[in-house]
């Protein structure tokens, strides 16, 4: 099992930057792609950014391309995801998921953390 916790989110205004952490504890996370997925009020909820489990492929969400960076350090057993540029229509709970490999169906992910809320005012 693997137990993933975010933290980092808040409230910014649009155009700042935040970053968010992904720490997971009872396995280590280098056995696993990790990525990034949100869900804004009222809607699904959506893939925004993925690494492998060597760091060395990254998959974004075309809306994230540009303005979201995600890397790793498997010897902290910490992802991150750094979102500048931010939108107000970023706004959104993030989770982080752990799977075997890069996939954009949340359904593939088998692990999941409890979410971070980001908030990016007008």
């Known amino acids: 099992q693997v137990q993933l916790v975010e933290s980092g989110g808040g409230l910014v205004q649009a155009g700042g930057s935040l970053r968010l952490s992904c720490a997971a504890s009872?396995?280590?996370?280098?056995?696993?792609?990790v990525s990034w997925f949100r869900q804004a009020p009222g809607k699904e909820r959506e893939f925004v950014i993925a690494?492998?489990?060597?760091?060395?492929?990254?998959r974004y969400a075309d809306s994230v391309m540009g303005r979201f960076a995600i890397s790793r350090d498997n010897a902290k057993n910490t992802v991150y995801l750094q979102m500048n540029s931010l939108k107000p229509e970023d706004t959104a709970v993030y989770y982080c998921?752990?799977?075997?490999?890069?996939?954009?169906?949340?359904?593939?992910?088998?692990?999941w953390g409890q979410g971070t809320q980001v908030t990016v005012s007008s």
């Open positions: 009872g396995r280590t996370l280098s056995n696993y792609a």
């Open positions: 998921a752990a799977s075997a490999d890069i996939a954009v169906q949340g359904a593939v992910y088998d692990y």
């Open positions: 690494i492998s489990r060597s760091g060395g492929s990254r």
